[in-house]
C-alpha cells in the first residue's frame, strides 16, 4: 500500500498552466499521467489523483503579471538609499521558511555564511563609505521627519557626490547632511542649517562646508530662499493665527520690500514681517521679539530693524 495520500481528481481548469512529465503513476500505473501544477505546489497523477510531491521549491525566477500582457520580477524594488540599490541578499535568523526553529549544527553554518556574506557584501573601500554615509543620511532624515521621497532624492544626491570623488577630504557624515540640507533647499522646505547640523553628528561649520562644496561640483542651482517659506512655520511655532500669517505674507510679497529683503536673512524678514503684523491685528494676542526671533533662529537685533523698517514704509504710505 503507498504511503501517498489521494485528494479528489483535479479537472484542467482548475490549474491555469499543467507541466506533464513521462513518468508512470505508481498506484494506477497509468503512462505520462504524473503532471506538476504550474504554481509548483504539487506533483500528481492526474487519472485517479495520488499527490507524489507537494510544496516544491521554484528555483526560477518569481514573476508577477502586472497587466495581462506584461509581466514583471516582484521582490523589493530598487532603492537609491541603499549602497546596493537595495538588490543584496540577507541571510536570516534561527529559523526556515516556514517558521520552524532551525537545529543548532544549521544554526552555526548559517551564522558563519551570514559572517561570510557580510564580509562580502562590499567590494572596495568606496563602496563601504558609501554604505556608512547612506546609513548616516537616513539617520539624520529620521530625526528631521523627512519623507521617503526626500530621502531617496538626497540618497541619489550621495552616490552623485561619490561618483565625483567628494567624499576625499570632507567628513562623510558632514556631506550626509549636506546632501539632506541641499534636498530641503532644493523642495523649498523651511529647514534651517542649525537644525539639520543638530540632527548631525557633525558640527555646522562642516555642514556648511559640505553643502557649498555639493552646490558648487554638482551644480545644483539651488533657489535663494524666500521670506514666504519660513512665514508658516514660524509663525506655528509662537502660536500665531492665521489672519496674521496671511497678513505677514502679503507684506512679505509686497514691492516695498524686495530691495530691502535682498542681502537679507530670509528668516530674519519672516520673522519681522510676522512681528509687525501681529502689532497691526489689534484682537490678535501679543507676541515678543525674543520668541520669534527664537523661533526663527535669529537674533534679536538683526530683527529689530526689519520690524522698523516696516514702520517707517507702511505708516507713512498710510
Known amino acids: ?83 546596493d540599490r537595495g538588490i543584496s541578499s540577507e541571510i536570516g535568523h534561527w529559523k526556515d521558511a516556514r517558521g520552524n526553529e532551525l537545529p543548532a549544527k544549521t544554526k552555526r553554518h548559517f551564522s558563519r555564511l551570514r559572517r561570510w556574506n557580510g564580509r562580502a557584501k562590499y567590494g572596495s573601500k568606496k563602496e563601504k563609505n558609501l554604505a556608512y554615509g547612506l546609513t548616516e543620511l537616513r539617520r539624520v532624515a529620521s530625526v528631521l521627519e523627512l519623507p521617503r521621497s526626500l530621502q531617496e532624492q538626497a540618497s541619489d544626491l ?24 541641499a534636498v530641503c533647499r532644493l523642495n523649498r522646505l523651511p529647514r534651517y542649517l542649525s537644525e539639520v547640523a543638530n540632527a548631525s553628528v557633525d ?24 521670506p514666504t517659506e519660513f512665514v508658516p512655520r514660524i509663525a506655528r511655532t509662537v502660536g500665531l493665527p492665521v489672519t496674521v500669517q496671511r497678513y505677514a505674507q502679503e507684506i512679505s510679497t509686497a514691492s516695498e520690500m524686495e530691495d530691502f529683503a535682498i542681502g537679507r536673512n530670509p528668516r530674519c524678514v519672516a520673522a519681522g514681517c510676522l512681528y509687525y503684523a501681529a502689532r497691526e491685528i489689534p484682537e490678535v494676542e501679543k507676541v515678543t521679539q525674543t520668541d520669534l526671533s527664537k523661533a526663527a533662529d535669529v537674533s534679536t537685533e538683526s530683527l529689530r530693524p526689519v520690524w522698523q523698517r516696516l514702520e517707517d514704509q507702511f505708516n507713512d504710505n498710510s
Open 203 to 226: 558640527s555646522e561649520r562642516r555642514v556648511s562646508l559640505a553643502y557649498r562644496t555639493l552646490n558648487v561640483e554638482l551644480d545644483l542651482r539651488t533657489p535663494p530662499p524666500q
Open 158 to 181: 550621495f552616490h552623485r557626490a561619490s561618483d565625483a570623488g567628494l567624499l576625499r577630504g570632507l567628513s562623510i557624515e558632514a556631506i550626509a547632511a549636506g546632501c539632506v540640507y
Open 1 to 83: 500500500m503507498s504511503q501517498s495520500t489521494h485528494h479528489e481528481q483535479v479537472q484542467p481548469s482548475e490549474a491555469p498552466v499543467v507541466q506533464s512529465s513521462e513518468e508512470a503513476c505508481p498506484e494506477c500505473g497509468t503512462p505520462d499521467s504524473v503532471v506538476s501544477s504550474g504554481d509548483y505546489q504539487e506533483v500528481y497523477c492526474d487519472q485517479c489523483g495520488l499527490i507524489l510531491e507537494e510544496d516544491q521549491i521554484d528555483h526560477g525566477p518569481e514573476w508577477s503579471y502586472a497587466t495581462a500582457d506584461s509581466r514583471c520580477r516582484v521582490g523589493s524594488p530598487n532603492t537609491a538609499c541603499r549602497h
